[in-house]
């Protein structure tokens, strides 16, 4: 097997405190992320060969960022140099990419400044087996998602394995296209999803239920889960394995459990509940390096799924961006936490 090659916008997360003491302090906490970032960088800790691709200009705190990501055995060798701007978003400890309080400062970044026919992709996907990359990249502007799109037909071109992850950000599409204009054009080269039920019905049409919500029952969304993902793959035949996440806020705590449909067949992961965690920040991105990892290294579905799961958990007791986890201390972490 080769190299797993994400792409996608580095970011930069500032983490200014709801109550202002970062002003009195003179101290404001910074943390490297971005979804593919934090993809490559718990599959490096895990050992598979990870490599990521963005765009950033090129100056000294660009090279220490690089250097970071080259200490954490991520081969950035892909990366591109051009444009003015790293993007930056601002978010409350403890918060949630969903949560409205979030805020985006990404306009006119290198990223997203990104266009069809500047990017050689013979050399970017030499060595390369697998294709990640996420909603978020389309998200941005027309232009990128043609940019994904000319990645994506490269990546198939050379049967490399492609994953998406169709996490939404709703104050990311601003520039007159609904989610469900591009996704399903990018969609149709991937080999395995990864989102959840509702996301597909933004992002890919796929309907949920009214109610199902205020249902609130587990057997309710298993079920819907094996009907979404059976859609998705009648939809997008080139797909082989779509997985959903169920994540419900309790207070400070959390309820999760995820399922994994592949060879005709719903795989449904323990449940995990936890009164308090330390941050939300990255565990989806952890989960899609959960699958990703369990695929890469042959692992029986079953335990794909309760690896991803696990490791996802994990990640909700770091407040980084990037998961600090080891393979060998996840179990430790969240076999507590289990309820079935």
Same mark, same amino acid.
């Given at each position: 097997?080769?190299?797993?090659?994400?792409?996608?916008?580095?970011?930069?997360?500032?983490c200014?405190?709801?109550?202002?003491? %970062?002003?009195?302090e003179?101290?404001?906490? #910074?943390y490297?992320?971005?979804?593919?970032?934090?993809?490559?960088?718990?599959?490096?800790? %895990?050992g #598979?060969?990870?490599?990521?691709?963005?765009?950033?200009?090129?100056?000294?705190?660009?090279r220490?960022?690089?250097?970071?990501?080259?200490?954490?055995?991520?081969?950035?060798?892909?990366?591109q140099?051009?444009?003015?701007?790293?993007?930056?978003?601002?978010?409350?400890?403890?918060?949630?990419?969903?949560?409205?309080?979030?805020?985006?400062?990404?306009?006119?970044?290198?990223?997203?400044?990104?266009?069809?026919?500047?990017?050689?992709?013979d050399?970017?996907?030499?060595?390369?087996? %697998?294709?990640?990359?996420?909603?978020?990249c389309?998200?941005?502007?027309?232009?990128?998602?043609?940019?994904?799109?000319?990645?994506? !037909?490269?990546?198939?071109?050379?049967?490399?394995?492609?994953?998406?992850?169709?996490?939404?950000?709703?104050?990311?599409?601003?520039?007159?296209?609904?989610?469900?204009?591009?996704?399903?054009?990018?969609?149709q080269?991937?080999?395995?999803v990864?989102?959840?039920?509702?996301?597909?019905?933004?992002?890919?049409?796929?309907?949920?239920?009214?109610?199902?919500?205020?249902?609130?029952?587990?057997?309710?969304?298993?079920?819907?889960?094996?009907v979404?993902?059976?859609?998705?793959?009648?939809?997008?035949?080139?797909?082989?394995? #779509?997985?959903?996440?169920?994540?419900f806020?309790?207070?400070k705590?959390?309820?999760?459990?995820?399922?994994?449909?592949?060879?005709?067949?719903?795989?449904?992961? !323990?449940?995990?509940v936890?009164?308090?965690?330390?941050?939300?920040?990255?565990?989806?991105?952890?989960?899609?390096?959960?699958l990703?990892?369990?695929?890469?290294?042959?692992?029986?579905?079953?335990?794909?799924?309760?690896?991803?799961?696990?490791?996802?958990?994990?990640?909700?007791?770091?407040?980084?961006?990037?998961?600090?986890?080891?393979?060998?201390?996840?179990?430790?972490?969240?076999?507590?936490?289990?309820?079935?």
């Open positions: 097997m080769g190299k797993v090659l994400s792409f996608g916008e580095l970011l930069l997360r500032m200014p405190d709801s109550a202002g003491e %970062w002003l009195a003179n101290s404001l906490p #910074v490297v992320g971005g979804a593919e970032a934090n993809v490559a960088a718990a599959l490096a800790l %895990w #598979v060969p990870s490599a990521y691709m963005t765009a950033i200009p090129d100056n000294f705190m660009t220490q960022l690089v250097g970071y990501l080259d200490a954490l055995n991520i081969d950035t060798s892909a990366v140099y051009s444009g003015e701007r790293v993007g930056l978003y601002f978010l409350d400890k403890g918060k949630d990419l969903k949560n409205s309080g979030v805020i985006y400062d990404r306009n006119y970044s290198s990223f997203s400044a990104l266009t069809v026919g500047t990017i050689d992709w050399k970017v996907l030499e060595g390369v087996t %697998w294709f990640h990359f996420s909603a978020i389309p998200a941005i502007n027309q232009a990128v998602a043609d940019v994904c799109e000319e990645a994506l !037909k490269a990546a198939s071109a050379r049967n490399i394995t492609i994953s998406i992850d169709l996490n939404y950000r709703a104050k990311l599409w601003k520039y007159g296209k609904e989610p469900v204009e591009i996704l399903p054009a990018l969609v080269y991937c080999d395995v990864m989102g959840n039920i509702w996301a597909a019905e933004k992002m890919l049409g796929i309907p949920v239920p009214d109610g199902l919500v205020e249902q609130h029952e587990k057997s309710a969304y298993l079920q819907q889960s094996q979404s993902s059976k859609a998705i793959m009648d939809q997008f035949p080139k797909c082989k394995s #779509v997985a959903n996440t169920f994540r806020d309790h207070g705590g959390i309820q999760y459990y995820t399922t994994l449909y592949t060879e005709d067949q719903l795989f449904v992961s !323990k449940e995990y936890a009164n308090y965690i330390a941050g939300k920040v990255g565990s989806g991105d952890c989960y899609m390096a959960g990703i990892y369990g695929f890469y290294s042959g692992l029986e579905a079953q335990d794909v799924v309760d690896f991803a799961t696990s490791a996802a958990f994990a990640k909700l007791f770091t407040e980084t961006d990037f998961n600090t986890t080891k393979l060998e201390d996840i179990k430790i972490v969240t076999e507590s936490y289990a309820t079935v």
